[in-house]
């Protein structure tokens, strides 16, 4: 069935009517496609207009021809964090995941506790396949982690296709041609080019969720193009991308390998029926980075470069167009939650995307974004090892054990410039834009996780403070 624009505002007006008791979907609501490309920024992303010399990718462009390409997107700087985040809807603070999960460590995973999209899509077939980095082979849940984090069905690389697995892995030459596989609990040792693996399993579990009266969910996270460095298959990229096959150039072949990978899957679907999201999880690593691009702002910092995040919606429904909204990888799962006309929960962090994706040039519900790093994973965060981002439409706040930075801030770049504070004479609206933001990252540090609309103060001074899911919470709960 497909659905029209007229569905869409009735599950908008639905959503936003109030605090409503959850309920199952039924087969009239829409699939959904989650496509995850791994450590890929906008400076590799020729669509984004800030890298004329980026690697072609006709698939994704052609997604964001058909539906909503969103300009200002963050996400945490690394891996894990942005995997949780998206998955829950939480930020790290609220997810105790601020750094990539190390597979050594059994206590710091993702806790089986938390509500996740599979989870909360009731009604839903659920199918997760390629990388998680959520969880460690020995630690809560063990190898069957994300089954029981919701997924019906799970296959792929337990993080990084150069990480071991089971102790067998030590040692080994691992990479994108020789790695460990879980597939539902069980490891095995595959040769498979791991991203046309992904891909073979995903549209495996398009055909096998399709034999199911429901909709279906289908979490695709590709290890592309993530480290090591490879030739991918000479089928999948022009072998003049890679030039001098130096690291960036290889990195570029990697995406545009991926790129075709993604042309195949979407050929499988019914698009006429299914939701798409192509996002990624943080920037360029710097060894990818190239001029005019700063190798030292990449991925891993929390600056532009390493946060800022190509995001596209395609589907049915959904207009086409350019939005500039603020928005946050959180907000992916409060987004999904309302295309299928489920009710949102009361302690997400995000705000839905629904009212852009009706129409893009509608204003976004955040005043204000925020990123953040810690160590080690856990709600009782070091002091030391911790550092936040918080920035409103113009102005962008770093802070760390070393104190404030101050930046000044332009769509049309991913150059955060110079430090405000380190200078001598700045414009007073910068002054302004400091004390704002500082107080609107000490209240968010400071308030716990919201459990209930009651949890939202009445005065308005915190709609200009919140850049969280309590605004999002307030728009939802509140007449």
Request: proline share 7%.
């Amino acid at each position: 069935m497909r659905i029209r624009e007229y569905r869409l505002l009735a599950v908008f007006a639905l959503a936003n009517a109030g605090c409503e008791p959850q309920v199952c979907v039924d087969s009239t609501s829409p699939n959904l496609l989650f496509i995850v490309a791994d450590d890929l920024g906008l400076d590799r992303m020729g669509l984004y207009g800030l890298a004329p010399d980026a690697p072609p990718t006709p698939n994704i462009d052609s997604l964001a021809a058909t539906g909503v390409r969103f300009q200002d997107v963050w996400s945490s700087p690394t891996c894990s964090p942005t995997r949780a985040n998206m998955l829950t809807g939480r930020y790290g603070i609220h997810t105790a995941i601020g750094r990539n999960v190390p597979s050594t460590r059994q206590r710091y995973v993702l806790s089986l506790e938390e509500n996740t999209l599979p989870e909360a899509l009731c009604g839903y077939e659920s199918s997760a396949v390629g990388k998680w980095h959520l969880a460690s082979p020995d630690g809560e849940g063990g190898l069957d982690h994300p089954n029981l984090q919701g997924f019906g069905w799970y296959s792929g690389s337990w993080a990084n296709v150069d990480h071991e697995v089971t102790p067998e892995g030590l040692g080994q030459d691992l990479g994108y041609r020789n790695w460990e596989k879980v597939t539902n609990g069980q490891v095995e040792w595959t040769d498979a080019y791991a991203t046309t693996d992904t891909t073979d399993d995903a549209i495996a579990r398009v055909h096998a969720m399709e034999e199911v009266d429901a909709p279906w969910l289908l979490w695709t996270a590709y290890n592309a193009p993530h480290w090591p460095a490879h030739v991918p298959p000479d089928h999948l990229f022009d072998p003049a991308t890679l030039g001098d096959s130096t690291d960036a150039r290889l990195y570029d072949a990697s995406v545009q390998a991926m790129d075709t990978e993604i042309g195949r899957l979407l050929s499988e679907v019914d698009l006429d029926n299914t939701v798409v999201f192509f996002v990624a999880d943080n920037g360029t690593p710097s060894k990818a980075v190239e001029a005019p691009f700063d190798v030292t702002r990449a991925k891993g910092t929390l600056f532009e470069g390493g946060i800022r995040v190509p995001l596209i919606v395609s589907g049915p429904g959904i207009e086409t167009g350019v939005s500039n909204a603020l928005v946050h990888t959180t907000d992916l799962f409060p987004t999904a939650l309302e295309l299928a006309g489920l009710s949102i929960p009361d302690n997400v962090d995000g705000a839905s995307l629904l009212p852009q994706l009706l129409d893009p040039r509608t204003k976004g519900a955040r005043k204000m974004l925020f990123s953040e790093a810690f160590s080690p994973n856990d709600l009782n965060r070091d002091p030391n090892r911790e550092e936040f981002a918080i920035r409103n439409r113009n102005y962008k706040l770093i802070r760390d054990i070393n104190g404030d930075q101050l930046y000044a801030l332009s769509a049309d770049t991913l150059d955060d410039g110079s430090d405000l504070l380190a200078e001598e004479s700045r414009p007073r609206e910068a002054d302004v834009a400091h004390h704002a933001l500082g107080d609107a990252l000490d209240l968010l540090l400071n308030t716990s996780n919201p459990g209930g609309c009651s949890t939202v103060p009445s005065t308005p001074l915190w709609l200009g403070l919140l850049p969280l899911g309590l605004l999002a919470m307030r728009r939802r709960c509140l007449p």
